[in-house]
Structures are given as C-alpha cells and as structure tokens.
C-alpha cells in the first residue's frame, strides 16, 4: 500500500517567555493509505503537538512532514490552509463544532470555505452519505446545542470525513464522552477506515480506543517510545494491546 | 474591600488597545461637553461685557435715531419724566485727529462727550493713570490705553481736535484702560466734557441719554411715561434686559444645539463604558467565578469592576481636558468665522474645567455600576463551565441604559446654557429621549435589517453573511448597544441635515415669496426714483418689469424697525406676498397713495399691532406721521436684523427721508430669461448696478445657514467617532469571545483572510444597520427639532444627500473599526483555540 504521510526527523520547541520546552525530539513514521493508527503516551509527551505537525496545523522547528506528496514546511500558510482543507479532516476532544450552524451546516462548512455550494449535486449526496454514516439520520436541522455531546462529536467525524480528505486526525475525541458513547464514535471512525478505506490517526489515552488500530505508536517524551502492531481485527480485543503496554511498564 | 483592586488594574493593561479606545471615548466625551461649556461660556461673556460696555449701570437709554441726535427739548423731557433719579447724556461722534507735533492726519477717532459728574454715577471708566475731567477749567480729556499708545500720547500731551467749529487744543489728563467704553471704535477713543465735545462739533444734540430710576419704580413704568413725553425726535428706547435678550435671543439656538450635541456625545461615550464594561465582566466571569469561589465577596466583586471604571473615568477626564481645550477653541473660532452668535476667548475659572471633568467620571461610573452589579451575581459555579457563552443573565441590560439616559440627561440640565431657555431644554430632551427609544426598540430591527442589508453580501460571500449575521444576532443587546451609539450619532447627522436643508428650503422660499422678480440689481448709493434707470432697464427687450425696493431703519416707540419702500402695484401684479390679514389689493394700493404700512406677522406680534392699527411715528423737528396698519403678510422682505415694516414711496421719501432705491426686482418675460440676461446685466453694469440672480442671493443665505449647519455637523461626528471606538471594542471582544470557533473554522480550512473578510462582512452588516436605524431616528428626530415650538412640521423634504453620506459613513466608519478586529482574528492561533484552557 502507498504512503500517504510521511515525517523525518521532525523536532518541535516551544518556547514561551523565558523557558523552553521540548516536545518533540526527532519522529519519524510513515503511515500507509488505509491504516487505522493509534497515538498512545503519558500525559506531555508530544502526541497532540504530533498530530498538529502531521496535520499541517503548526510548523516543526525542524524535519520535514510529507502530506499526499506535498511537503508542509515549504508551503505558504495559505498553501497549507488549502491542503489542510482538501486533505485532512480533523477531531479535537472539545468544541468542534459551529454553534450558530446546524447539523447539515456543520458538515458541509468545509466546502462553504471553499467556495462551494453543499446544497448542490454530488456534495449534497455526500453529506447525506456521512450523515449516514455515523447515524445521525433524523438530526440534520438540529443546531449543536441540541445534541449530546457524543453526537456532537459524530457531527465533527462526519465533517472531517465529509471531503474525502487523505486522512483523518482525532485528538482525544472520545476523552469527553462516556463508555457507550466514546463506543459509538469508535465504530463510526472505524466503518470509514474499514468500509471506505479511509485513513485515521487517532490520539488516545484509552486502551479500548486504541484497540481499533491496526497499529499503536507509543509516545514518550518527545519521542516514539514503541510500536505495537495488533492488524486488523473485527472484534477490537483489548488484552493483546494491554499485555504489550503492560511489558512497555504503561 | 479593596484587595481585587490591583488585579482590576492587571484587568485593564491585560486588553491595552480596549482600555486605550475607551480612554479616548470618555476623554472625546468629556471634550465635546467641556467645549461647549466653554464656547457658551465664551458667547455668554461676550454678551454680558457688551451689556455692560453699552449701558453700564444705567436702568434705561433713550438713544438719538437720527445724527442731529435728541434736542435739548427732549433731554429736558427726559429729566422731567416721573421716576427718572439721574439723566446722563452724552454725545459720540467721529472725527480725525492731527497729530502731537501737527503734521500728517493719524487715522479717525471717536469723540465721547460725558457729563464729568452725572456720567460716572452709570459708567465705570478705571483710569490707568492721571485723573479724571472735569467741566471747569482749561479744556481736558482723557484718551484710551490703546491710542495713547499707537499715537504716542501720554499725560500733559496736547491734542488737536477739529471738526465743525474751530481747531481746539485740548489737554491730556489721564489715561482709560484698555479699549475704554466704546465697543466698535477700535480702542480709539478721546473723553471729554459733552460742553466741549458740543463746541468741537458745533452742535447741540446728545446722541443718547442714559437713565437710573428712582429706587422702589420700576423701569417699565418709567417707558411708559417717556414714551408718552418723547414727541420731539425719533428714538429708540432699550433697557438692559431689553438689549440682553435680543443678544440672547441670536444665541439661544446655538447654545442650546451645541449643549445638545455636547450631551448626545457624552451619552454615546456613556454607550462606551457600559459596553466595554459589560464585555469585561463577561470575559472575566470565570475568572470572578474563581475569584467568588476562592472566597472574594460580592462587595469585593462590585469594587473589582469599578475600581476598573474609575480609572478609565479619570484618565478619560483628565485627557477629555486636553481635547476639549483644543476642541473649544476650534469651536469658537468656527463661531467666530460663522458669525453664528457674538463670541470672545472665554475666561474659564477651574470651576468649570471640573465640572466637565467632574461629569465624565461621574457618568463613567453611572455607566460601570449596572456591568459592576452584574459582576456580582456572578456565582463560583461559573468558574466550572467549559464554554464562554454570553448567558442571558450576564447580558448586557438595555435597561440601564435608561438610567445612564436620565443621569447624563439630569447632569445636562444642570450645565445647560442660561441663555438657551426651557423651550429649547424641552425641545432637547424630547430629542434625546427620542435617540434612547430608537436605540432601546432598536433589538427588534436588528434581525430583520440585519437579513435586509445582508443581500448584498449574500451573492458574493454567503457563508461570511450567514456567520456574521448570525453573530450578530447571538447578543442582541450587546449588538444594539454597539450600533446603538453608531445609530445616535449618525441620527444627529441626520437630524441637523434636515434642519439646515428644511431652513435653507424655507430662506429661498421666503425671498422667492416677497421679491417680485428673478433677477436684483443693488446699487451701492440710492437711486432717486426721477433717474432714468427704471426706465432704461424697462426698456430692455425680454424685462417685464423693473420696481425699486429701499431698505432702511425706522424708529417705532422707541424701537428700531426695519422697514422697505416698495411700490405696492408691482407687488400687485406679480402676485407677490401672502396676506393673512387685510385685503391684498387694498392694502398694495394704499402703500403707493400713503398713509398706509404692511406688517410682517412676526413684527405685528410683536408689537401688537393688527389690521387697522395705527402705527405714529415722530420725526426730527416736531414732524409726525401716521400710518394704517393695511395688511398682515406672512412674510415680509429681511431687513437686516427682522423682517421689513413695508411703506410706500410717497412716504419714505416724504417722511423717512429716503432718496431712493438701493436695489431693483427685475422680472423677465415668460421664457425670456436665457435670452435677456445677458443683455440686462450689461445694461445693468453701465448703470454702475451690481446685477444678481436671485438664486445667487438666495444662494449666499443658504451658505451662510450651511456654515452654521457645517459646524453642527463637524461637531456630531465626534459622536460617531466614539461609537466607531465602541464597534473596536465589541467586534474585538467578539473575535476573542469566538477564538474557538474561529479556530475551527481555520482548521476545517478557512484562511487567515477568509477569517478577517468574515469580520469585516460583520461589521458591514453592523453598520449598515446602525445606518438605517440612525437616519430612521434622524428623520424623526430632525422633524421634532423643527416641530417643536413652531407647531409640529412633521412632512418635511427628506436630506436625501445627507442621508446617503449617512449611510456611507456608517458603512465606512464600521469597517475601518473592524480593521483591528479582523487583524486580530485572522492571526488566531488554531491550536491554541482548540485546546483545552
Ligand atoms: N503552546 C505551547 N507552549 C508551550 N509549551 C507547550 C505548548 N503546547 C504544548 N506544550 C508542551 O509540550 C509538551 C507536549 O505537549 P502535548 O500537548 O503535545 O502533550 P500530549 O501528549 O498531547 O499531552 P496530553 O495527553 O495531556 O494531551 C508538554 O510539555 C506541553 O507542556
Ligand atoms: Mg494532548
């Protein structure tokens, strides 16, 4: 299977005021079109400040992030915006979504900025098609505040599927819900990698998350600690992953 | 109590550019009251010192109407007159002087005759040096600070007098100060005994006799019986009240205007403070959440906020000093240069300079307590709540407005102008209270308008329309409060453009009414009515009709009048004049056989006077004449200070000793103009005649209205400049209060301009509305100006011009506030929207 993204070398330093923090120090990882990849790590390690790096959303301070062939660091932020909107979708835990715009809105704002008319054609089906998908049929004129909040976050993966983008990015989106719903969105992000092939990062402090991954990269302090290969599995079984995690000392 | 106040001061530098537009907003505020207070105090002084200058302590002038001045006969009457205590007469006249050494004439003087002992009992004249004249002895005099010095005079100088009679020396005995008594003789004034002054000029009349009544009588009593003794000569009769209300009565329009923009502008600074406030202590209520939860009480709270509010009044204040000293000198030296109201450099005591400060910080803190009371209620639970969301407990309160109204209105009453009386005070509340229901219904529209006006943007950006309208609409108040301000300030635009247009459609409707004819030829000395001009001009191919029009000064139981020599047959056929009273045609005729007078209304009003009155006039010598009152018109021709008595020919030349026209009404042919004009205005030249269309006469009245208009407006903007301040602050505080949303926006794709255009479409849509709703209020306010007092006008020509600058201004003044805002939130930072606080 192709790469799809790619990172060398990648090192991040934040530096507010008078400190500095490390919060990369030297990724590298390819991930391949149609894999399910988990981000596992203690609290600080660098997992969100990865994923914004691989998702185009801040620049490293060094090393390079390869994204559907484009390197990242060499565009202009608007060239980044644009990839970002075309290629990526994105999760984060809290706040997704646009208060003022409803459901159908919601997910159809990214081809809004883009210039497009989702009420038109093609980009209508699609929406109704990922509305579908992660059952929100029935719920299209609701506005944010009138769902719960694992809908909410189901509205959110609808929109970042919405695009077809090149691959998928979730910080945490199950860190705000509870067992059953964080199950929901987990199924919903995994009938698109299974069915659709699409490709999903997700960030997770939840073995039981990461259990739907193909494959778990462990984090630890800037860097890429481990890599646990679990393959693909219907069931999403959590021991083999625990008993690995567990020889790792997490 | 006072522990939270350090962290109140954090609160402030933490939103630099927030804390500075409000600064600048109170300190505009404060600028705007503190100018108008000085440019009413700087009017008011300067009527008060002409007051003083003219009639000193004097209860009563009876002053000469014509050169020759009173008689002796009449001075005696005047003396005799029951309740007179003290007569002083004096005699003014002008003359050149030689100089010390002789040689070469050095400019004219003004020569003031006094009577050495009566004179000073109503007069003041501080001596800077010397001593005083007296009427024995060798020939004396007493000369001013000024020409002392421009002519090189002192004490013991010699000075040549002549005029009439012989060259007379006269001695220098002292030294007046300053400009000395007369106002108008430019500083160049010679004192002296009125027995010599009557010598110089070889005369006997006095130019005017100053009265002080018997104590416990009362001056009115005193007019009356002199009106009934003064028979001899023409005179016109004045009290100080009298003088001091007809200087008023020129400034009381102005003053009051200015007071109530002057107020409109501290209210919309008041708008400012509350809005700012009210965002701060929504930004902040987790923050005072912690505050409440750590243990800080509710009192603790309320000083919090308003330690925060005092700060911002005093510097506002204090900076509102400094802009309002420069802003009232560039006030009045726009009075000056408009001629609007009699104005000099105002001596401001410190305790006017603190009333204005006194009032910025007060209406600051009136403005602070309603968000420094919500503040309050805020409970520890807040600290708890993940998202930021404007609740509707902790929305601003459109209510309080009302009370921020009544206490900028109250404290407007107690620096109104004295000379703007209580019809005016009236006059501007019902304007003021008229901007606050516009601004408190103004909630109702703003989704509506909102929807209307975002048409536009619609085809070309629809999801920054949608967006921005719906934020837009999220905080109602907050919105209303924003464009609220926009809306006031426009709305004075509005207002005073309809005014001025309404004023300028009704001075070119007045002369088009009483002048027969499309064309004016002045003359710069009168023309007899037996030279052949009219006859000349008449004969010009493509004239209709030529009539000659005097204007000239009459004198009426002792009051000024204007009056016009008019030939009433003209009138006549070119159908001019409205008559209210009295038969048109009678009344016409009448004028060119005599013996009759046609009144304006306002004059017949004012004196009184109705159809078949009679007016009896007194000339030099024992001449009298009277006149019928035969018409009342609705307008008459504008004399120089009111509106005409009109008179026949027969009778002004007979009697006012008029010698003839200083202008002619020239009407052309139907359809002849184009063609004649030319040719009329040649033969109008040779005639050594000055020829004008009446459009350009009506032309120069209107620019000098549209001067004062001018300034009214300049000074209005403030008010928009301060609410463009408030647009800052809010659109500011939205980016800010949206940074998650915003973020997401990005993340999903949008870019950082996408993201500015959005809050520029925002600010569009704010100004848009805000202009809507200001020229609606505008409109309505303007009608109420004119309404008031005159009877209610409500149909007035809309100032179509004005309201498109309006809308225009409002448009332009929105978006260049969102600049800021929109730098601001194109350079959010995603990740840091994103994340967890
Ligand atoms: N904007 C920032 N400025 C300074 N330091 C930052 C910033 N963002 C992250 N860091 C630091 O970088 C390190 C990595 O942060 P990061 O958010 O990537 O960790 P994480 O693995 O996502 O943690 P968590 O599981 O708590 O979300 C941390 O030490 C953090 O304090
Ligand atoms: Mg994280």
Redesign the interface.
């Given at each position: 299977m192709p790469t799809i993204l790619q990172a060398r070398d990648l090192t991040k330093l934040y530096q507010p005021g008078m400190t500095s923090v490390d919060a990369l120090r030297g990724v590298s990882l390819d991930i391949q079109e149609g894999e399910f990849v988990a981000l596992m790590g203690p609290s600080g390690s660098g997992k969100?400040t990865l994923l914004?790096l691989l998702g185009g959303?801040?620049q490293p301070s060094s090393g390079d992030v390869i994204l559907a062939g484009q390197q990242i660091s060499r565009l202009s932020?608007?060239q980044a915006?644009?990839l970002?909107?075309?290629e990526t979708g994105?999760v984060?835990?809290?706040?997704?979504?646009?208060?003022?715009?409803d459901v159908t809105?919601n997910i159809g704002?990214?081809f809004?900025?883009?210039g497009q008319?989702p009420n038109k054609g093609e980009l209508k089906t699609r929406i109704a098609d990922v509305i579908d998908l992660v059952d929100l049929k029935g719920k299209e004129r609701h506005k944010p505040d009138q769902l719960s909040a694992g809908e909410q976050q189901r509205v959110a993966v609808a929109?970042a599927l919405v695009t077809r983008p090149a691959i998928l990015f979730a910080d945490e989106p199950t860190g705000n819900l509870d067992y059953h719903t964080g199950l929901e969105l987990l199924d919903a992000l995994w009938a698109s990698c299974h069915d659709r092939g699409q490709t999903v990062v997700l960030v997770t402090h939840d073995s039981k998350a990461a259990a739907y991954a193909d494959r778990v990269l462990v984090m630890n302090d800037g860097r890429i600690h481990d890599q646990i290969v679990l393959g693909r599995r219907e069931t999403h079984e959590t021991g083999p992953l625990i008993a690995r995690l567990a020889q790792l000392g997490l | 109590m006072l522990a939270l106040v350090p962290l109140a001061w954090r609160s402030l530098t933490a939103r630099r550019v927030r804390t500075l537009l409000t600064v600048i907003g109170i300190a505009l505020g404060v600028g705007m009251l503190y100018a108008s207070l000085a440019t009413s105090l700087g009017i008011e002084q300067a009527v008060d010192r002409t007051v003083l200058e003219m009639i000193g302590r004097a209860d009563l002038r009876v002053a000469a109407f014509e050169e020759q001045g009173l008689s002796e006969a009449s001075v005696a009457a005047i003396r005799a007159t029951p309740g007179v205590a003290l007569a002083a007469p004096s005699l003014e006249r002008r003359l050149y002087v030689r100089r010390a050494g002789g040689g070469t004439a050095a400019g004219p003087v003004t020569v003031l005759g006094i009577d050495p002992v009566l004179n000073p009992q109503v007069h003041d004249m501080p001596l800077v040096n010397g001593s005083a004249i007296t009427s024995a002895g060798e020939p004396s005099a007493l000369i001013t600070e000024r020409l002392a010095r421009e002519d090189g005079y002192g004490i013991g100088s010699e000075l040549t007098l002549q005029a009439a009679g012989e060259p007379m020396k006269i001695k220098i005995v002292g030294i007046v100060a300053g400009d000395g008594p007369i106002n108008g003789a430019a500083g160049r004034t010679v004192i002296v005994a009125i027995g010599l002054a009557h010598k110089v000029f070889a005369a006997t009349g006095v130019t005017r006799v100053d009265i002080r009544v018997v104590d416990g009588t009362s001056p009115t009593t005193v007019t009356a019986a002199l009106t009934s003794r003064l028979t001899a000569d023409p005179y016109v009769l004045s009290t100080p009240p009298d003088l001091e209300a007809s200087l008023r009565a020129t400034t009381a329009d102005f003053q009051a205007t200015l007071a109530m923009i002057a107020a409109v502008s501290l209210f919309v600074g008041a708008f400012l403070v509350f809005n700012t406030l009210s965002l701060t202590v929504i930004e902040r209520s987790r923050e005072v959440g912690l505050l409440r939860a750590a243990g800080a009480t509710r009192l603790q709270v309320l000083w919090y906020v308003m330690s925060g509010a005092m700060v911002l009044g005093v510097l506002g204040s204090l900076l509102g000093l400094g802009t309002g000293a420069a802003l009232g000198s560039l006030v009045g030296m726009g009075v000056q240069a408009t001629g609007a109201a009699p104005y000099e450099q105002p001596r401001l005591s410190a305790e006017t300079v603190a009333i204005a400060a006194w009032i910025g910080l007060f209406v600051t803190l009136v403005a602070a307590l309603e968000p420094a009371w919500r503040a309050t209620r805020i409970t520890a639970i807040e600290s708890l709540r993940?998202?930021i969301?404007p609740g509707s407990a902790r929305r601003a309160r459109l209510r309080w407005l009302v009370v921020i109204f009544v206490s900028v209105g109250a404290v407007g009453l107690l620096a109104w102008p004295r000379a703007a009386g209580d019809l005016m005070a009236l006059r501007s509340l019902a304007v003021y209270g008229l901007l606050l229901v516009a601004t408190i219904l103004s909630p109702l529209f703003i989704a509506p308008l909102a929807r209307i006006v975002g048409l536009p943007f619609v085809v070309l950006m629809?999801?920054d329309e949608?967006?921005a309208r719906?934020?837009l609409s999220?905080d109602r108040s907050r919105t209303a409060l924003t464009m609220g301000a926009l809306s006031v300030g426009l709305a004075m635009i509005v207002a005073i453009g309809g005014v001025a247009q309404e004023a300028r459609a009704t001075a070119t409707a007045w002369l088009a009414n009483v002048i027969p004819g499309d064309e004016i030829a002045t003359s710069i000395r009168p023309v007899g009515l037996g030279e052949p001009v009219t006859v000349a001009l008449k004969a010009i191919p493509g004239v209709g009709s030529v009539t000659p029009i005097a204007t000239f000064d009459i004198a009426f139981r002792g009051v000024r009048l204007d009056a016009a020599a008019v030939v009433g047959a003209d009138f006549l056929s070119d159908n001019r004049l409205s008559f209210e009273e009295g038969s048109r045609s009678d009344a016409l005729n009448g004028l060119d056989t005599g013996g009759s007078a046609i009144l304006a209304r306002s004059t017949a009003d004012r004196l009184g006077l109705r159809v078949g009155s009679t007016m009896a006039f007194t000339g030099g010598a024992g001449k009298a004449l009277n006149l019928r009152v035969a018409g009342i018109v609705e307008r008459s021709i504008p004399g120089r200070s009111g509106e005409t008595v009109l008179v026949g020919w027969t009778d002004a030349t007979g009697f006012f000793g008029i010698d003839g026209a200083d202008f002619f009404a020239v009407r052309y042919l139907p359809g002849r103009q184009a063609s004649t004009q030319g040719a009329f205005e040649d033969a109008a030249r040779s005639l050594a005649l000055e020829p004008a269309t009446l459009n350009r006469v009506q032309g120069a009245v209107t620019d000098a209205l549209g001067r004062v208009f001018g300034l009214f407006d300049a000074l209005a903007l403030i008010a928009v400049l301060i609410a463009a301040l408030g647009i800052v602050n809010t659109l500011s505080m939205s980016v800010l209060e949206r940074v998650?949303?915003l973020?997401?926006?990005?993340?999903?794709?949008?870019?950082?301009?996408?993201v500015a255009r959005m809050v520029m479409v925002e600010a569009g849509i704010l100004g848009l509305v805000g202009s809507v709703i200001g020229i609606g209020t505008g409109l309505a306010a303007g009608a109420m100006m004119m309404g008031l007092g005159t009877g209610f006008r409500i149909a007035f020509e809309p100032p179509w011009l004005i309201m498109g600058l309006a809308v225009a201004l409002g448009f332009l003044v929105s978006m260049a506030a969102a600049y800021y805002p929109a730098r601001l939130a194109s350079r959010i930072s995603?990740?840091r929207a994103?994340?967890?606080e």
């Open positions: 969100s914004q959303l801040d932020e608007d915006t644009r970002r909107r075309s994105f984060f835990q809290f706040f997704n979504l646009i208060p003022l715009l809105e704002l990214p809004r900025i883009a008319n929109r | 993940l998202r969301d629809r999801l949608r967006l719906g934020s999220r998650r949303e973020g997401i926006l990005r993340a999903t794709g949008m870019t950082g301009r996408q995603i990740i994103v994340q967890f």
